[in-house]
């Protein structure tokens, strides 16, 4: 591990400290007086316990099935939903706790004239619990529904596998690759939450659909090095008649991508970093152009450099039709202005949150973000 890993590793573990601290002292400011010192003292133990869930994190034990699933249960699936609440609730109690000091500072410097003393209430008692009880509503108001929901993504939500197929049309697409089939797969984040063993239902159900191409777009692990070979040997069973192919996430960065791509590349799938791969039909006198870009924000941060989509697409011939693979959804225009008709991305986890309007379709917040549209 390189020193800035370390650094980003010790940055992340202190932010998430003043995070946990924000939060837990809101919630006692909150709901103080608390009458059950037992459940009190029972919630600081258990929050004391679950980030110990630290150990787990940044290193691989070889554990049986298990043994994973039952700590990941109490232990590692509690932590993220508890991660999760205190990142919601920490903005909520910066700005409270602000608005609240704001109000006591303009109380101290204001001049008070004599009729203003006398108007002052002497007994701030009902002010006090007017400021918890708003606290305490705003609290629950979050608390609830965010809690409720990490709790059913993180033990039902995720083992629910939906398969989307959509029939894309396209005039100028080779006649002779009429009807190829194309599986996408994106976001694996091989790690606590997503060991190889639990992977391999997941691989089962794409080879039942017998694709043509699979191409897997970013974030094949969370961070680390740890999970890289037991993933890619479950990847390594994926079948495909004209091959498995697999771009850049951000994740995979901060982990040993040169590992990675040469375990892939050993297991017969094609990673394309910054750089095309002509797919040719059976008779090879038709053929489409396979393109692929390591994330964005990822070759800033680390690589010091941007990426130029123009040197990439260099040598395809004019008029061919391309198909680009992108992590980071946000070249959907930029490959558009460059005549490319179809991009495909993850990295937005199908907008994580999304509205229940309009109806069938909903709305994503990842449409906030620039060219997610």
Not at 19 to 28: D, F, P, R
Not at 36 to 45: F, W
Not at 59 to 77: E, G, H, Q, V
Not at 328 to 342: E, S, Y
């Amino acid at each position: 591990m390189d020193v800035r890993r370390l650094f980003i590793i010790a940055g992340f573990a202190l932010f998430f400290i003043v995070v946990q601290m924000v939060t837990l002292y809101g919630c006692y400011y909150s709901f103080r007086p608390f009458k059950y010192k037992k459940i009190r003292a029972a919630a600081v133990a258990y929050i004391l316990f679950l980030n110990s869930s630290y150990l787990f994190l940044f290193y691989r034990y070889p554990l049986p099935p298990w043994l994973k699933t039952f700590i990941n249960a109490i232990l590692i699936y509690p932590c993220f939903i508890y991660m999760l609440v205190c990142l919601v609730l920490f903005p909520c109690f910066i700005i409270s706790g602000i608005f609240i000091a704001l109000i006591k500072l303009w109380m101290t410097v204001c001049p008070y004239t004599g009729a203003g003393r006398e108007s002052e209430p002497k007994d701030k008692g009902p002010a006090l619990e007017n400021r918890r009880t708003f606290l305490k509503i705003m609290t629950s108001a979050v608390l609830l529904p965010v809690g409720g929901c990490s709790v059913y993504g993180t033990y039902i939500g995720r083992n629910k596998l939906r398969i989307e197929e959509k029939k894309l049309f396209f005039p100028d697409f080779p006649e002779e690759m009429d009807g190829l089939s194309l599986v996408q797969i994106s976001d694996i984040h091989a790690g606590v939450f997503m060991e190889a063993w639990e992977l391999q239902p997941f691989i089962e159900s794409i080879n039942t659909m017998k694709p043509d191409l699979v191409v897997i777009t970013g974030d094949i692990i969370s961070w680390g090095s740890y999970y890289i070979e037991p993933v890619v040997e479950v990847l390594g069973k994926i079948e495909a008649k004209l091959g498995i192919f697999a771009v850049m996430g951000n994740h995979d960065f901060y982990g040993n991508i040169d590992g990675l791509c040469a375990h892939l590349e050993k297991k017969y799938i094609t990673v394309l970093r910054n750089r095309w791969q002509k797919i040719a039909a059976d008779s090879g006198s038709s053929s489409i152009y396979l393109i692929g870009i390591d994330d964005l924000w990822a070759t800033r941060y680390f690589k010091k450099k941007n990426i130029s989509l123009e040197d990439i697409l260099s040598g395809i011939p004019p008029g061919a039709f391309k198909i680009l693979l992108s992590h980071n959804p946000t070249v959907f225009d930029a490959a558009a202005a460059r005549g490319i008709p179809l991009t495909l991305s993850g990295h937005t986890h199908a907008g994580q949150a999304i509205m229940p309007f309009p109806y069938h379709h909903g709305y994503s917040f990842a449409r906030l973000i620039p060219g997610l549209h």
